[in-house]
């Protein structure tokens, strides 16, 4: 089993009322989940806890056999790295860092070797030009931003991709696009993929369409 969950509960700081209780809710290897639910219900929540960025306050979550909360902060850190692949939704680039660099960077936290290569494949298969390769983040567009943030998740050929409602700035014909790129590319590298949005126009394109409030007790909806 690729994603285990057991059980798991989360509030955040001192509120006692949880955001997320979920009793139980899994995803195996290659699957391509959607996960849609209103604004504030909890899906970036649940993405962090799948990340390890966040810890449950009970239960366990297991991504590869593995218990996230079993790993000090800075060994979860690096097993991150190596086997989850992030799209933020604002995608986190270092500003004035250019499109290769930043993805070499996520090489470097996870080890991986020959990244530079790596990275300039990846971006030319996202349709990044070469002469674009070095210029500063901040100077690329939305959607080249967006592109560079699926490569950089990529490079370390992470079983898992947790991409988080990325194509809200979007106009239609972009989001195609995007959506398209990014479903090729995690079939082509054999990641599994979990995508958030609260826009369920994009459902139609995985397998897997599931509502957060379907498998979330917090709240009293059940
Ligand atoms: P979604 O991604 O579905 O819009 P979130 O997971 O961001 O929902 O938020 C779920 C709930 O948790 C909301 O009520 C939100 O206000 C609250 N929340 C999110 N982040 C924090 C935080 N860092 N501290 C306190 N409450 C938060
Ligand atoms: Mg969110």
Redesign the pocket.
């Known amino acids: 089993m690729l994603v285990s969950i057991q059980n798991i509960s989360f509030h ?2 001192s ?1 006692n009322i949880p ?1 997320l209780a979920i009793p139980q809710w899994s995803v195996q290897s290659g699957e391509r989940v959607f996960l849609h ?10 993405l962090n806890l799948l990340a390890g960025i966040l810890l449950p306050n009970s239960g366990a979550i297991e991504i590869l056999g593995q218990r996230l909360n079993a790993l000090s902060a800075r060994r979860r850190d690096k097993w991150r790295a190596r086997h989850i692949g992030v799209v933020f939704q604002q995608f986190n680039l270092i500003p004035y860092f250019g499109a290769v660099d930043n993805i070499r960077l996520a090489a470097h936290f996870a080890r991986t070797p020959n990244a530079t290569g790596r990275a300039k494949e990846l971006l030319q298969a996202l349709g990044i030009d070469e002469n674009l390769h070095h210029q500063p983040a901040s100077q690329l567009s939305i959607g080249q931003q967006q592109r560079v943030a699926i490569a950089r998740a990529l490079i370390n050929q992470p079983e898992l991709l947790i991409v988080d409602e990325p194509t809200s700035a979007l106009d239609t014909q972009n989001r195609n696009a995007f959506m398209t790129l990014l479903l090729e590319q995690a079939q082509r590298n054999d990641t599994a993929l979990i995508f958030v949005s609260h826009d369920l126009s994009l459902a139609g394109r995985f397998s897997r369409v599931e509502a957060l409030v379907e498998i979330n007790r917090a709240g009293g909806q059940h």
């Open positions: 955040y700081g509120a955001v639910g209103p604004s504030g219900s909890g899906k970036s929540t649940l």
